[in-house]
């Protein structure tokens, strides 16, 4: 049975990436807003039911990227070793994400990105529902810690402050990258300003959510 379903798993895997990676192509080769789901559908062999199963809009398919790291951000917070406050974990992954700032493959899919968010109000208003939807999560997390009310104005502060850093750095990169800026150069940018913004809220928020 445990075979059976891990196998299960992979193909569910392997389904969402090759809808995931039909639709980007498709997305670089024509625009966000001039692709239909059919199209994406057809793109990887799949029924456009199965599409939605995976990826309910067709926002969706576009920043599943993002929503893969916003996920990987809230883990790092959940599973922190003891003795580790909230912000130290978020800080820690996100200066890991610097890694793919050096990749010629990551850089290209910014700028393609940057460009359709920049042409469709659609993908903006998505973004901003995205980002709030984490941004809860976070906050959930660290309410079930530390025992306060999922709406705890204290909470959602917090997850919003750490939040802001990492959307602030992505609109960072973008700007760079459509600047022209890459490598080292790029990299060593996005580190030196995540350390100053975490600096800056370690004077609030260093001792919060603790582990223990």
Request: glycine share 8%; hydrophobic share 45%.
């Amino acid at each position: 049975m445990a075979a059976e379903l891990g196998l299960r798993e992979r193909k569910k895997r392997r389904t969402r990436q090759l809808i995931f990676d039909a639709a980007n192509r498709l997305f670089a080769e024509r625009g966000f807003d001039s692709v239909t789901v059919t199209e994406i559908a057809r793109a990887a062999e799949v029924s456009e039911v199965t599409v939605f199963n995976y990826f309910p809009t067709k926002e969706d398919l576009f920043y599943g990227g993002m929503q893969f790291f916003e996920e990987q951000l809230i883990e790092a917070v959940r599973s922190r070793a003891r003795g580790e406050s909230a912000l130290s974990a978020f800080r820690k992954r996100l200066l890991e994400g610097a890694s793919r700032l050096t990749s010629r493959d990551s850089i290209a899919a910014i700028k393609k990105g940057a460009r359709a968010i920049a042409t469709s109000p659609g993908l903006v208003a998505r973004e901003r529902a995205i980002v709030d939807r984490y941004t809860r999560q976070l906050a959930m997390v660290l309410a079930e810690e530390t025992g306060a009310a999922a709406d705890d104005v204290e909470v959602l502060g917090t997850a919003g402050a750490l939040m802001v850093v990492h959307r602030m750095l992505v609109e960072r990169v973008r700007k760079r990258v459509l600047a022209g800026q890459r490598g080292a150069e790029l990299v060593d940018d996005y580190k030196s300003q995540a350390r100053r913004a975490f600096r800056r809220l370690e004077q609030g928020l260093g001792s919060y959510g603790v582990k223990t």
